[in-house]
């Protein structure tokens, strides 16, 4: 990753955080999200963990009476309140197996089979660093790496395939082949 200067936070708002998750104490978040220009407020929410990706903090939580597992950016929290009611508790929520499913990935949906081409360069890499504990690397006999791995479908997948440029080609899935080939095209407009 290009590595980003890490995003300026409210450290109080942080403290409360942190202080809430320690205690297993609800909390009172206003949220600023990207895209929007006010906070929206969430009255209950319940921390279950803290996590970093490429600089960035991230709560994982459940809103009020709500079962689904939720991600905010630390950074776009602007007004943090401790709750002294207790934290409600998900008892099968595991932080590994929550980040190896994807969720910093931006999960897209269900796991895929890569089938990809990377020239011998490019995908050298994979040896030493593989994508998939499983993942099968063959060389072609024009030197070119053969790819194929079960891999979560996030968007992070498909910055990293992008990121290779014409190095890499997806075979399968067709759709997957299909979205970074609309890309392509778009990225050969973007440049006309």
Known sequence: MLPLLPPVLDEASRDIVYEALMQDCQLMLSYRRRDATRAVTYPVVHPLAIAERAGVLYLICMFAEYTDIRMLALHRIVHAERRYESARTCPDFNLDAYIAAGHFGIVSGTPLML??????????????????????????????????????????????????????????????????????????????
């Open 115 to 192: 089938h990809a081409i990377f020239s011998s360069t490019a995908g050298a890499h994979l040896y030493e660093t593989p994508i998939h504990a499983e993942q099968t690397l063959e060389r072609a006999e024009n030197g070119s790496l053969v790819l194929r791995a079960t891999v979560p479908n996030t968007q992070a997948l498909r910055w990293w395939l992008l990121g290779f440029g014409a190095s890499v080609e997806v075979l399968e899935p067709a759709t997957l082949r299909s979205e970074m080939a609309e890309t392509a095209r778009l990225m050969v407009d973007a440049y006309h």
